[in-house]
């Protein structure tokens, strides 16, 4: 039996900005730390499954992720998510095109994505991270929610992107 031996995710952002005043120079700092600790479970603050791929769609190509019963983790196991923690998808340095992700066309996974009349662009070498740590997180439906569009934004060019989904199977 898999289980989840450890996942922590974390993001930082350090600013510093100054003025250079004629008798000092004022400093505006953020300095912003998040991290979430993933135990093994369905509940707040669990997941139980991570899959991740490096993936390649062609000029004007998309792809509906399917995320109930299709898609299979490094040991060969078919995933079937119940709910999605978090979503991280990276495009490449080299693209000539965005990636956008989200508006499957039927079955979308929708509520990440306002109701599934949102997509997110992601520029190249740009990257998009959500993560939702409660128990209920995305909830993902077998069948009439599961479907998640990730696509070119324009012909000529492929698009490789990075794509990392965390949730639970319950």
């Not at 003025?19 to 093994?40: P, Y």
């Not at 990636?99 to 009349?117: D, K, M, R, Y």
């Not at 077998?142 to 490789?160: C, I, W």
């Amino acid at each position: 039996m898999v289980t989840l031996d450890a996942l922590l995710i974390a993001v930082s952002i350090y600013s510093r900005i100054k003025n250079a005043l004629d008798l000092s120079t004022s400093l505006d700092t953020i300095n912003r730390n998040k991290s979430w600790s993933f135990t093994d479970g369905a509940g707040l603050d669990q997941a139980d499954v991570v899959w991740s791929d490096e993936r390649t769609l062609g000029a004007s190509g998309d792809e509906n992720l399917d995320l109930s019963g299709v898609l299979t983790d490094a040991f060969g196991t078919v995933i079937t998510f119940a709910r999605i923690k978090a979503i991280y998808l990276e495009a490449d340095s080299a693209n000539t095109n965005d990636v956008w992700l989200g508006g499957a066309a039927a079955n979308i996974f929708a509520t990440p994505f306002a109701g599934g009349s949102g997509v997110v662009s992601i520029p190249p070498n740009g990257m998009l991270f959500m993560v939702a740590p409660g128990a209920t997180a995305w909830v993902v439906t077998a069948g009439t929610a599961d479907q998640l569009r990730v696509r070119n934004s324009g012909a000529g060019t492929s698009v490789k992107y990075r794509i990392v989904l965390v949730g639970s199977l319950t």
